[in-house]
């Protein structure tokens, strides 16, 4: 079955950074979209970046542009988040999730077919 497996997670002082990784498996990879998304207590899962599946396009949402990279090797079944300047706001868990087919442009939660159990980042200020 289809398996998505975060780490990279931890405790970081504003102004730092923090490498996420997103290992999968089960799945043809470079057929799926891959999304990261967040979650902070009290707040609904909202999107933070997607690339496509085999050219590489990405989108970020707004409050990370500039900050945040998402990448992929599609060799090691892998997507990553790495993430710079680093802000108390950015404090959630973080998810990846993979969508059969989809482009770098969904943003969604719905839009996508699996999901891992995320990995947890909290910055302190």
């Known amino acids: 079955q289809v398996q998505l497996v975060e780490s990279g997670g931890g405790l970081v002082q504003a102004g730092g950074s923090l490498r996420l990784s997103c290992a999968a498996s089960?799945?043809?990879?470079?057929?799926?979209?891959m999304g990261w998304f967040r979650q902070a207590p009290g707040k609904e899962r909202e999107f933070v970046a997607a690339?496509?599946?085999?050219?590489?396009?990405?989108y970020y949402a707004d409050s990370v542009k500039g900050r945040f990279t998402i990448s992929r090797d599609n060799a090691k079944n892998t997507v990553y988040l790495q993430m710079n300047s680093l802000k108390p706001e950015d404090t959630a868990d973080y998810y990846c999730?993979?969508?059969?087919?989809?482009?770098?442009?969904?943003?969604?939660?719905?839009?996508?077919?699996?999901w891992g159990q995320g990995t947890q980042v909290t910055v302190s200020s």
């Open positions: 999730a993979a969508d059969y087919g989809g482009s770098s442009n969904n943003r969604y939660p719905y839009e996508y077919d699996y």
């Open positions: 690339i496509s599946g085999n050219s590489g396009v990405s």
């Open positions: 089960g799945l043809t990879f470079n057929y799926y979209a």
